[in-house]
């Protein structure tokens, strides 16, 4: 049925068959370009969704655990203590994931969600459009983009005298067509500075806010992607995902004194997004190791599915983004919604069922969640502890 499917997209896409992971993209041009140019990084999380083509996979094994529906629960029992709402810093919530995430988690009348966002303009009129009650909700201003902006969003907050209690890392940029890279205030290339690095620094400085939270579950929540693990057939899908030894990131990702690309490559901003992707999941995994028992602090990262509508898509031709959600809904069945897709999000906040730390979380068909398993490259230690050191440098910690 995907394969079918596939084929609707004519001379756009072809996959093996026997649903290897090694899909191939013929050559094509769609209003003038190359259709390999920007379907091959997404054409397979639209299959994902589909029954006979996953029985295809190559994926590994998965853990299943007892399945959790996206519900917002009730406060663990241990809540009652406290009366004060919940605060949760969302980056990027001005629209896509975090907007729903923000919408599902204000509406429970238990949480207050601490906005972070480049635009304000934008995020006021997005709660506004969202129907988010203005007592639950606070919009600060935060570009991941500038370190500077980063601490300066830290020092805002700690000012307000808010507690903290949970930290979702959720903004992301993707430039799938870019031909050239462009680079944060620092200097670093786009994608991994905004989405690891600006998050990484972030995180780092409201550590200890969150370690002093007396919340009943503090969390650190850095949000994943499939596309980042090459475990899975999306994850196969070139340009791979590739931190290689990490030589680009140790020169900075800046064109003057290295490649913009973690592994030294050549300029690719699919692989960029990927690669970040891959520091998302591997710096979760590395708090957890470094701080989960001394702090009590529940680090998780998640895919929460192919939620094909959100902004993420904006720089695709136009052609793409009309296709990828009808071709998802209604082919592949694959489809998350935005509304889904944050009752996903504020389930890993705030469910008292989701607080094992360390943990890749996914949804099945059902919307049940399950622990996931990382691919090799996102779940190898000793390369998290590199990533963390010299991230650490880049963005003035060290
Ligand atoms: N969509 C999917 O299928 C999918 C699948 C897997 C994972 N994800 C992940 O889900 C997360 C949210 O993505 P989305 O799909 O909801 O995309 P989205 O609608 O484009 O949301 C991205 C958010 O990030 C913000 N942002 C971008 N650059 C920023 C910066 N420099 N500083 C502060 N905020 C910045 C955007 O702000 P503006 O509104 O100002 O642009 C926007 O609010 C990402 O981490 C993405 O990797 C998405």
Sequence with gaps: MALQAA?????????HKEGKSNASLKETSLFGVSASDYLKAEISPLLIGNKEFRRKLPVGPIIAQ??????????????????????????????????????????TGKWHVIMACRNFLKAERATKSAGISKENYTIMHLDLASLESVRQFVDNFQRSGRPLDVLVCNAAVYLPIAKEPTFTAEGFELSVGTNHLGHFL???????????????????????????????????VPPKANLGDLRGLVGGLNVLNSSPMIDGG????????????????????????????????????LYPGCIATTGLFREHIPLFRLLFPPFQKYITKGYVSEEEAGKRLAQVVSDPSLTKSGVYWSWNNNSASFENQLSKEASDAEKARRLWEISEKLVGLA
């Excluded at 241990?78 to 988690?105: F, P, W, Y």
């Excluded at 550590?207 to 850095?222: H, W």
């Design 202 to 236: 972030l995180s780092r400085l409201l550590l200890e806010g969150l370690k002093q939270s007396d919340y009943p579950s503090k969390r650190l929540i850095i949000v994943g992607s499939i596309t980042g693990n090459t475990n899975t057939l999306a994850g196969n």
């Design 66 to 107: 007892t399945a959790t529906t996206p519900a917002i629960s009730q406060a663990p029992p241990e809540a009652k203590k406290t009366l004060r709402k919940g605060n949760v810093i969302i980056t990027g919530a001005s629209s896509g994931l975090g907007l729903a995430t923000a919408k599902a988690l204000a509406e």
């Design 7 to 15: 084929s609707l997209l004519p001379s756009a896409i072809s996959i």
């Design 266 to 301: 050549e300029f690719d901003g699919a692989k960029a997004y990927k690669d970040s992707k891959v520091c998302n999941m591997l710096t979760m995994q590395e708090f957890h190791r470094r701080f989960h028992e001394e702090t009590g602090i529940t680090f998780a990262s």
